[in-house]
């Protein structure tokens, strides 16, 4: 069974960095490429970032790039999003999700982190 | 890249069908077969439906369908039950490896 714990969310003011983990298990980790998907409170879902099942692409949404950077360590079967220069409107909760290469979809998700962005 | 346009709310009475519709461009639902459908239930996590337009994974009911004509892609729920009260999210593959979401459906059973 799939299954994705995200973790490192929390209050930081604007302009400081976070970074969120999400740990998956019940599925060989390594051939799937993995999401990042948040929402902000009340409103909904946004995609943010993708990195493929070898951590050599990544791609991400224009609201967050050149800010966000997604990675992945196959061998903790963990992929992480590291949020630097954050601003108030990055307030939301972010869930990781496993993707499905070939018909471009999201098969599991996690119960998701929340950030806040507050000074 | 815009968010895909969905109603705000949808209802309909028990044993009912509903549509939800999902608009895009002709760049991305146009374009692309790769449209998904997502359930949302309050302070969770959001549970695949659909995937490529009409496709249901395994234990999804068969009350669920999808399909897509143009730009449009639609979500019918068929004998509306109480259970199916959520808000519904579209999305589509918008190529160059970008996905987007539709803004959500919250449907009602009245």
């Known amino acids: 069974q799939v299954h994705l714990v995200e973790s490192g969310g929390g209050v930081v003011q604007p302009g400081r960095s976070l970074r969120l983990s999400c740990a998956a298990s019940?599925?060989?980790?390594?051939?799937?490429?993995m999401h990042w998907v948040r929402q902000a409170p009340g409103k909904g879902l946004e995609w943010v970032a993708i990195v493929s099942y070898d951590g050599d692409r990544k791609f991400y949404a224009e609201s967050v790039k050149g800010r966000f950077s997604i990675s992945r360590d196959n061998s903790r079967n963990t992929v992480y999003l590291e949020m630097d220069s954050l601003r108030r409107e990055d307030a939301a909760v972010y869930f990781c999700?496993?993707?499905?290469?070939?018909?471009?979809?999201?098969?599991?998700w996690g119960q998701g982190t929340l950030v806040t962005v507050s000074s | 890249q815009s968010a895909l346009t969905q109603p705000a709310s949808v209802s309909g009475s028990p044993g009912q069908s509903i549509t939800i519709s999902c608009t895009g461009t002709?760049?991305?639902?146009?374009?692309?077969?790769?449209v998904s459908w997502y359930e949302q239930r309050p302070d969770k996590a959001p549970k695949l439906m659909i995937y490529?337009?009409?496709e249901r994974p395994p234990g999804v009911s068969n009350r669920f369908s999808g399909s897509k004509s143009g730009n449009t892609a639609s979500l019918t729920i068929s004998g509306l039950q109480a259970e199916d009260e959520a808000t519904y999210y579209c999305?589509?593959?918008?190529?160059?490896?970008?996905?987007?979401f539709g803004g959500g459906t919250k449907v009602t059973v009245l």
């Open positions: 490529e337009v009409s």
């Open positions: 002709s760049s991305d639902i146009g374009t692309f077969n790769l």
């Open positions: 019940g599925f060989t980790f390594s051939t799937y490429p």
């Open positions: 999305c589509t593959y918008a190529g160059s490896s970008t996905w987007v």
């Open positions: 999700a496993r993707g499905i290469v070939t018909a471009h979809y999201f098969d599991s």
